[in-house]
């Protein structure tokens, strides 16, 4: 079996930058990695330390809590993130999760076969089909 190894040297690293944020949401942000990733501390979160990163392939950032309050600590565990990130583009592996209305039309496709297969009926694919449309109905209606 074969194996790829990802090797990363983060001591090629630029020194830390820091940015100030205009809108005071984020405050104490510092780029690492040669600007790949940026850590940050929020008010919302009582001065837990987050990691932003953005990915070009999806066109959106990746956004995930430290959950720490310890600068040092901050740096390793997002150096360490970014790293799996890497894994995951390298294997071919999403990053992000898909959205529930993209479940729903998945799980309604693997359904529609088991018709097929005789597993389900039409009736039953019915029923289906009406309580995800009911979901689908409730997902839109949380987010407004």
Do not use: P
């Not at 071919?92 to 529930?100: C, Q, R, Y």
Request: glycine share 4%; charged share 30%.
């Amino acid at each position: 079996m074969k194996s790829n190894v990802v090797r990363i040297d983060f001591r090629k690293e630029n020194k830390s930058q820091i940015i100030e944020d205009t809108r005071g949401f984020r405050f104490n942000q510092v780029k690492l990695i040669e600007g790949e990733v940026t850590i940050f501390q929020t008010k919302q979160s009582g001065d837990n330390w987050h990691m932003r990163m953005y990915i070009a392939e999806n066109q959106k950032y990746f956004t995930k809590s430290l959950r720490t309050k310890s600068k040092d600590s901050a740096i390793e565990k997002a150096k360490i993130e970014y790293a799996g990130i890497l894994v995951k583009r390298q294997e071919n592996k999403t990053i992000f999760s898909i959205s529930i209305h993209s479940a729903i039309e998945k799980y309604l496709e693997h359904r529609r076969r088991d018709i097929e297969t005789r597993i389900i009926t039409k009736q039953r694919y019915g029923c289906i089909v009406s309580q995800m449309k009911h979901l689908k109905g409730y997902v839109n209606a949380s987010h407004n």
